[in-house]
């Protein structure tokens, strides 16, 4: 069927029509995706649960960042006034989602001291990652010699994960492109052939990035690693089964003269 003399036409418009119909809802698919840490787990996890459950209170509706001073040398007059100095400045800072920051918990050693700061996100990944940020930010600014402090939690986890997957989408992306157009243009010595299997792929992306909206938008829990692993599987499984059917054509183009036969 797709390689027939009329059918080949029928099915190139089938699937620009699908293009056509599901590619604006591609937009839409990250706006979509859910990244609450249940997200992440099985539905029937026990912690999924506990944090279904959690939701019911106040406390359960936030992410906390977790502050934690270290001083190697245990703290002094002057470090636990830097540390108090801080979370006031937090505090007075009004970062967007964190809605107080407890006084500090000194370790029983006298050589830590820890912070939290609830994040309430509300699902909004941005808010998240900006507010840990500033957090990281005011809490470091001013420390005397040897005080050291760094942010983690829940929150912490979040935002450093999700600094760690920013751009991949891209970079798969320019990556493929430069390995399809090496392949198909220095080894088939073919200036435009290498555009096809690529077209085929942003119409295969558009379409599954709209289905995936759909689906998120129907009630199935679609995150950020849905979305990194589905560039994966279509420009991944997608270059590599173009490039072996080319091989395999060009196989047949030898024995055969009708290119639909081949």
Request: aromatic share 8%.
């Given at each position: 069927?797709?390689?027939?003399?009329?059918?080949?036409f029928?099915?190139?418009?089938?699937?620009?029509a699908?293009a056509a119909?599901?590619?604006?809802?591609?937009?839409?698919f990250?706006?979509?995706?859910?990244?609450?840490?249940s997200?992440f787990?099985?539905?029937?996890?026990?912690?999924?649960k506990?944090?279904n459950?959690?939701?019911?209170?106040?406390s359960g509706?936030?992410t906390p960042?977790?502050?934690?001073y270290?001083?190697?040398?245990?703290?002094?007059?002057?470090?636990?006034?830097?540390?108090?100095?801080?979370?006031?400045?937090?505090i007075?800072a009004?970062?967007?989602g964190v809605?107080?920051?407890?006084?500090?918990v000194?370790?029983e050693?006298?050589?830590?001291?820890?912070?939290?700061?609830?994040?309430?996100?509300?699902g909004?990944?941005e808010?998240?990652?900006?507010?840990?940020?500033e957090?990281?930010e005011?809490?470091a600014?001013?420390?005397p010699p040897?005080l050291?402090?760094?942010?983690?939690?829940?929150?912490?986890f979040s935002?450093?994960a999700?600094?760690?997957?920013?751009?991949?989408?891209?970079?798969?992306?320019?990556a493929?492109?430069?390995?399809?157009?090496?392949l198909l243009?220095?080894i088939?010595?073919?200036?435009i052939?290498?555009?096809?299997?690529?077209?085929?792929?942003?119409l295969a992306?558009?379409?599954?990035r709209?289905?995936?909206?759909?689906l998120?938008?129907?009630?199935v829990?679609?995150?950020?690693?849905?979305?990194?692993?589905?560039l994966?599987?279509?420009?991944?499984?997608?270059?590599?089964?173009?490039?072996?059917l080319?091989?395999?054509?060009?196989?047949?183009?030898?024995?055969?003269?009708?290119?639909h036969?081949?």
């Open positions: 069927v797709v390689s027939g003399r009329r059918s080949k029928l099915v190139l418009a089938l699937w620009l699908l119909a599901l590619g604006p809802l591609a937009g839409k990250e706006s979509a995706q859910q990244n609450e840490p997200s787990l099985p539905g029937d996890g026990e912690s999924v506990v944090l459950a959690s939701d019911a209170f106040a509706q936030a960042a977790i502050i934690v270290d001083d190697a040398d245990g703290f002094d007059p002057l470090t636990r006034a830097a540390v108090a100095e801080r979370r006031a400045a937090l007075a009004e970062i967007e809605k107080a920051v407890s006084p500090p000194f370790s050693d006298g050589q830590g001291a820890l912070l939290t700061a609830p994040i309430v996100a509300e909004e990944e808010i998240l990652i900006g507010a840990v940020e957090i990281r005011i809490a600014e001013d420390l040897g050291q402090v760094k942010v983690t939690g829940p929150a912490g935002a450093d999700s600094k760690a997957f920013e751009g991949i989408n891209s970079t798969l992306l320019f493929t492109v430069g390995l399809v157009f090496f243009v220095i088939y010595r073919s200036p052939f290498w555009f096809l299997p690529l077209f085929a792929l942003i992306e558009s379409v599954v709209g289905l995936g909206y759909l998120a938008s129907n009630g829990v679609i995150n950020g690693q849905v979305g990194g692993i589905l994966v599987l279509v420009f991944g499984a997608g270059t590599d089964y173009a490039l072996l080319t091989a395999r054509y060009r196989e047949e183009l030898r024995l055969l003269v009708d290119k036969e081949a």
